[in-house]
């Protein structure tokens, strides 16, 4: 989707309670994209304290034990799967530009300027004028207009004409972002296109009504396009702000304009970064600006970490649909305030700005910058650990916050060992935590296994192995290209398998051809003579519904539940040498598996052209984001053992991404002895769960 929204509150008394919703194309918790937790008269709801564990000493060590009999099915891990993985880790996927789109496909001129204006208007005082905006509950857009009711040398505060705002606190509210927001946001995250599309200073935001019952304010980076490319732009650099779920003025506006203004930089610096560090920087705007003014309460900080800690089972490196987002911003905000508080501001302004995106950039930024031999994968294990202590007393200080306190997480299981054998069958998100709680007054000898290897889509090649993906990231634009002469055909078709699950109505798939006035077809397809033409054909079943204003053409949305063969009557084509092209574009903040292709067809004049299975590479295929797979990734394990004792806390790696399985003795002999493993799976991009099995018995 093309917008971040931002989450109204919810106070709650004695206990925190939220409910949560989550709008099909906007990221929405409650009233928006940020979910706050907020308990009544707490200054800092995540504050609650772990108990004050003994320090840190040496001993109690885990010695191996006879490995134990699982009935757990564990399939031997194919060749194909570190092809796999290797593609997975080395592909680069274009990022999507709705100007180049709107080129390519909606007959945009050109030399169309990227800019609507170089002219300041500098608006006055008083100045009315009319604005795009949409409900977000029924995706209708509609016009407003609204008032300049107040600026400053950086902002525009405007006001839905009609409605009711108190001007003592429009004006402090701008006062505060010009002064604090606005200078702690670019120090820390980079500047903001300035002076922008419209080429005005100003950042606008808007005070609108009808944004939608869920809604608090969003930012949205279609008003960085101008209104030839995409109708309705605003071509301002702007955040919408819901005046019938916010409060101009008070902590949870404040922390609203913070977390979006943040959003707006990431656009203009990293367009397609992976929406969980998005949305993780923008968390860590609120917590900078509270932080860093001279009067605490100016900026309500939510608690996104409250709703992570009661689900840690919550995938850090996905961003879902439909489900509750609460844990997702609260993961995401405790993994960029660990990473501020291990390496400092430079490496996080460092791993902000860098171009690459997720885990690959935080990989590049612990080696490149930092000079580390640390990998993503231990940093997430000491991050796991942190999560389960908050100790920084301990080691050198890798196992708490320095900056704030969170809830301990919650124990998914609890095992009170009595000395007779016990199983335990679980399943564990990819980058995601299981806290497992051991009990008991004797040696127990304990045995882990896991699956060896995980899907990357839910489904199978609809023939042999392997199959065509389109990959997945946000605000990206994947394509699979390939040149065919029918120079000399009378009739042509393409036919094709494909199952897809995209972001139903934000996010689409095409296919297109591209052809050239002449007949022939350049080898460059960026060649300005090549014509470009997304098809809509009753055997490919595409809509042109359009909601959201992202559908360029007749794509294909939502999903599949299946694979469904389509084809595509290329006849109008004949006589000429063409590229057809199999294209996915996505929108920011959600994405989906994405798009599959196989037993991809082409017949001409009755006979088969070619028929490609996907089983062997075919270099006629030009294939940008789009990756050839098996569909099976390496099953990654994280393991390890934190042990609770009167002489001390222990960590212990167990399992780090060396195997799937392995038996210990937990050296446990006091009442008060206890273990809690912390078990993570760490497969790529896939959201698919892994299964694990643990056994206990009496150990020596």
């Not at 991404?657 to 009442?671: D, E, I, V």
């Not at 002895?673 to 790529?684: M, Y």
Request: overall charge negative; aromatic content about 10%.
């Amino acid at each position: 989707m093309n917008m971040n929204g931002q989450t109204n509150r919810w106070l709650t008394y004695v206990i925190i309670a939220v409910v949560i919703l989550l709008l099909s194309g906007v990221c929405c918790c409650c009233v928006g994209g940020v979910v706050w937790w907020v308990v009544n008269n707490t200054d800092n709801p995540s504050s609650t304290p772990f108990p004050n564990w003994p320090t840190l000493e040496p001993g109690g060590e885990i010695t191996p034990a006879p490995p134990l009999e699982t009935p757990l099915v564990v399939e031997p891990l194919p060749e194909e799967a570190l092809e796999t993985l290797n593609a997975v880790l080395q592909s680069d996927i274009p990022v999507s530009d709705m100007h180049e789109l709107g080129i390519r496909y909606l007959g945009v001129p050109a030399d169309t300027s990227r800019v609507a204006s170089t002219v300041n208007p500098d608006y006055p005082v008083g100045t009315e004028r009319q604005f795009n905006a949409q409900n977000l509950d029924t995706e209708q857009q509609f016009v407003i207009t609204a008032v300049l009711a107040y600026k400053t040398d950086h902002v525009y505060m405007w006001v839905e004409k009609g409605a009711r705002v108190n001007q003592d606190d429009l004006e402090a509210a701008a006062e505060l972002f010009e002064n604090h927001t606005y200078v702690t946001n670019r120090e820390f995250f980079g500047q903001e296109p300035n002076p922008g599309i419209d080429g005005d200073p100003h950042l606008n935001i808007l005070h609108a009504t009808g944004l939608g019952s869920s809604i608090a304010g969003y930012f949205s980076s279609t008003d960085q396009y101008v209104r030839t490319v995409r109708p309705d732009s605003n071509e301002m650099e702007m955040f919408y702000i819901n005046l019938e779920n916010v409060d101009v003025g008070d902590a949870f506006y404040n922390g609203v304009l913070a977390h979006e203004f943040q959003h707006m930089i990431h656009w203009y610096r990293d367009r397609n970064e992976s929406t969980w560090l998005n949305e993780g920087c923008s968390e860590m705007a609120m917590a900078l600006n509270e932080r860093s003014y001279r009067r605490s309460g100016e900026y309500d900080v939510g608690g996104s970490d409250f709703a992570y800690m009661l689900q840690p089972d919550t995938q850090l490196t996905n961003w879902p649909e439909e489900d509750d987002t609460s844990p997702h911003y609260g993961a995401a905000y405790l993994f960029m305030e660990y990473f501020l508080d291990r390496f400092g501001e430079e490496a996080t302004k460092a791993l902000v700005g860098h171009p690459e995106n997720g885990m690959k950039s935080v990989d590049l930024v612990l080696q490149e910058n930092l000079g580390l031999e640390l990998t993503h994968k231990e940093l997430f294990a000491d991050w796991t650990v942190a999560n389960l202590l908050d100790r920084p007393d301990l080691e050198d200080g890798r196992y708490g916050y320095s900056q704030i306190n969170p809830i301990t997480p919650d124990i998914a299981e609890e095992l009170d060992f009595s000395g007779s054998s016990h199983r335990l069958n679980g399943t564990v998100s990819q980058y995601g935590v299981d806290y497992i709680e051991i009990n008991g007054e004797q040696p127990i000898a304990v045995t882990f296994t896991g699956e060896t290897r995980v899907k990357l889509l839910d489904t199978d090649a609809y023939s042999g192995k392997y199959l065509w993906w389109s990959n997945r990231e946000d605000e990206s634009d994947s394509r699979l290209t390939r040149i065919v002469d029918l120079t000399d055909a009378r009739t042509a078709e393409l036919s094709f398998q494909t199952w897809y699950y995209i972001e139903d109505e934000w996010d689409y798939a095409y296919v297109a051809v591209g052809y050239t006035a002449e007949g022939s077809f350049p080898q460059d397809l960026n060649d300005a003579r090549i014509q470009w033409r997304l098809l809509d054909d009753p055997g490919l079943e595409c809509t042109r519904s359009n909601p959201n204003g992202n559908n360029y053409g007749c794509g294909l949305t939502g999903q599949s539940n299946g694979w469904v063969k389509r084809t595509v009557d290329l006849s109008p084509y004949v006589g000429k040498t063409i590229a057809i092209r199999f294209e996915y574009v996505t929108d920011a903040a959600v994405n989906q598996p994405g798009l599959a292709l196989d037993d991809i067809q082409l017949t001409v004049d009755g006979s088969t052209a070619f028929m490609d299975d996907v089983e062997t590479a075919d270099s006629a295929w030009m294939a940008e984001g789009f990756l050839r797979h098996a569909n099976v990734l390496p099953q990654e394990w994280l393991l390890q053992a934190v042990t609770f004792g009167q002489d001390g806390i222990t960590v212990t790696p167990l399992l780090r991404w060396n195997g799937n399985t392995g038996s210990w003795t937990l050296p446990m002999s006091r009442q008060d002895d206890r273990v809690v493993l912390v078990i993570s799976a760490l497969a790529p991009v896939t959201t698919e769960l892994a299964p694990y099995q643990i056994t206990l018995a009496a150990g020596e």
